[in-house]
């Protein structure tokens, strides 16, 4: 288990390294000198063998980005790292190295065999979003305590583990403890787990397990919440109407004002507090249900735009389909008809027949596609001017709100300017009978200071407001921009390729006639 660097001096993986690797593996004879000369993106490569290298660290893995299967086994490697860029790798083999902590495997998200065989790992962890895995080889480790299996159980898809001379495998009830509490193994210790073996185990542990069941469900419920609320605030965004559904607007005006949270302490302040707050709340909630209504609007304009489109695609598709099949059937009947004539003006005939036939079948195609372009014009049109409706709408009513929202701060703020002014008389009489914070007592110095004060919290009040609305104006025009630039673009490209495809079909068609050696041309 324990590798020490012998003779060889100890490697870091570099692109000698790799170039050496990749062309030994790659293709050989010909179609090797070939490879060698054109030169192998490393970025190409799937399969990459390394054992046996002495390499003690690994690095420059970066350019393997297609990399599916790595073997690194037969190394001095210490520690997992420089993997984060192989998104798509599935099989890994790290087994018979010096590595003692698990670690660096976090991006690997799709990988489904990992063994670490004979390293010197004492401990379960660091797989974490390795929810793929299906085999897990960690045998001859230093694992020496058996609850530590209970981290494997969150793996649902681990069907294959081998945990063999640990030093936990001594212990008497290692193999009743390991089926028991791993419900998904299939083969254990290169052994097939029998159902009956698994129910006499769970039967031993049947308490502990009951509570670990207990715990999962409360795992998996807390889980669902969790995604079902992100699901809902990724609505939310969609819809611009986040944080709108709650006081957090609201809260959002003070955030950032200090002057404006020591007003509210002033006696008298508590009940026009909480009217402002609830006002402001009201109208939020307002915008955000409104908000929800008109994303589900655009939402099914969107899907019934593509819907039209695609339709009017299938159809056109289905008449070119139509226009070759007829076709296809007279040149089988023009080409039999070739092979059997020898006269050659009746094959010059068939022959003038049969190019004819190919520039009708090519104006037919090239006029269904001139009329789908046209329908599809419309069709575009006819969506741009409904989601601009749509959005002017949305844009116009969220404004509206924010207007109600700015309405009601000039009110609550002209009501704290009546209230600090009969406030700032009663200090400089020395009548204030309610306790006041001294934080408080600081702004009241004079007339100029308290203004000053309320003029700042009200513009921080109202510049809040502003960038709310400037937000969503902006980004729901930026994203009714962004699709119709991206539809106008597919379909151009959708289009140009099409006529393209006409073109090269009536040119391979015109070239079978002339592989047929017969005289005549277009």
Known sequence: MNRVYDTIEPSVIDDDMLMVAVEEQGPKEQAGKIAKEEGIEFKDVLYLRLDFKNILKIDNMWQMTDLTKLQLDNNIIEKIEGLDCLTKLRWLDLSFNNIEE????????????????????????????LTKLQVFSVGANRLEELDQLIYLRQFRNLQTVNLRENPFCEKQEYWNYTIAHLPYLVFFDFRLVDEASREAAEKIYSSSIEELREDERAEDRRRAEMDEYTKQQELYIEAYVEKLNGSYVYDELYSEDADGRKFNQLPGMEEPLEAFKEKCTSISIQLFEY?????????????????SLQDAKTQNANRCAETIN???????????????????????????????????????????????????????????????????TFVENCQGYMSQLRDLQNNHNEFLMELS?????????????????????????????????????????????????????????????????????????????DRVEIDNLVDFLVDELESLDIGGGL
Do not use: P
């Open 421 to 497: 002014t009969n406030m700032l008389e009663k200090f400089v009489k020395n009548e204030v009978e309610e306790e006041v914070a001294d934080e408080v007592r600081e702004l009241f110095v004079d007339k100029d200071t308290v203004q000053n004060a309320l003029s700042a919290s009200h513009d921080i009040h109202l510049l809040k407001i502003d960038n709310r609305e400037d937000s969503i104006v902006q980004r729901i025009n930026s994203w009714m921009t962004k699709l119709l630039d991206k539809i106008h673009y597919d379909e151009e490209v959708k289009r140009n390729r």
């Open 291 to 307: 908000g929800l209504k008109q994303h589900k609007k655009r939402s099914e304009e969107v899907q019934d735009f593509f819907a």
């Open 326 to 392: 007829d076709f296809l059937e007279y040149k089988k009947s023009a080409f039999l008809d070739l092979t059997q004539t020898s006269d050659q003006k009746e094959i010059d005939k068939i022959c003038k027949n049969y190019k004819d036939a190919v520039r009708t079948m090519n104006l037919q195609m090239m006029g269904c596609e001139l009329e789908l372009v046209d329908q599809l014009e419309d069709t575009i049109k006819e969506f741009e001017r409904n989601l601009a409706d749509l959005v002017s």
């Open 102 to 129: 698990i670690e660096g495997l976090d991006n690997l998200v799709d990988l489904e065999d990992l063994s670490l065989y004979s390293n010197r790992i004492s401990l379960l962890e660091g797989l974490g979003n």
